[in-house]
């Protein structure tokens, strides 16, 4: 199983950006996607999370709103569209499958919750 990131950009404030992570297996859709992020001297950080079907979708507190998680099954695809881009959004942003088939809980915020990571993709937004 491989992810693969991409989309990343340098960005000014208050744009958009659409990311993108790929996965290599036809298994994709019954997995359960999440994104992170991580910026330099800080740990990596909840961002968003998507269902096997595309309807149950799950949003870290600072990006509610601004950010949207979607899914294409069928290009083994999940997208994280980014609008309204603070500098604080700055950061690596990885894609990682869940290590359960379903959210339980609150068991899909922790990094240690999913199994298998991409690289990355570098998000940085210009004040």
């Known amino acids: 199983v491989q992810f693969a990131e991409s989309g990343g950009a340098v960005v000014q404030t208050g744009g958009s950006l659409r990311l993108s992570c790929a996965a290599s297996e036809l298994t994709f859709k019954d997995w359960v996607i999440g994104w992170f992020r991580q910026a330099p001297g800080k740990e990596r950080e909840f961002v968003a999370a998507i269902g096997w079907s595309g309807v149950n979708t799950y949003y870290g507190d600072s990006v509610k709103g601004r950010f949207t998680i979607s899914r294409d099954n069928a290009k083994n695809t999940v997208y994280l569209q980014m609008s309204i881009l603070k500098p604080e959004d700055t950061a690596v942003y990885y894609c990682?499958?869940?290590?359960?088939?379903?959210?339980?809980?609150?068991?899909?915020?922790?990094?240690?919750?999913?199994?298998?990571w991409g690289r990355g993709t570098q998000v940085t937004v210009s004040s």
């Open positions: 990682a499958r869940l290590k359960n088939a379903y959210v339980v809980g609150s068991r899909y915020l922790d990094t240690r919750d999913y199994d298998v």
